[in-house]
């Protein structure tokens, strides 16, 4: 009669939520690694003292 098993749209679709779930594990492991980075700011303040 009929073959038993899975189609290849259940195939497929087993393939991409596994791409979706192996995707989210690096992007965490990656963020979990990865600092911002980290910017010094200086700020000048004018000398009212200097002539104009």
Known sequence: MGREGMGWGAWLGIAVAGAIVFGAIGLGV????????????????????LPH
């Open 30 to 49: 990656y963020g979990g690694r990865v600092h911002p980075p980290t910017r010094h700011y200086e700020q000048v303040v004018p000398d009212d003292h």
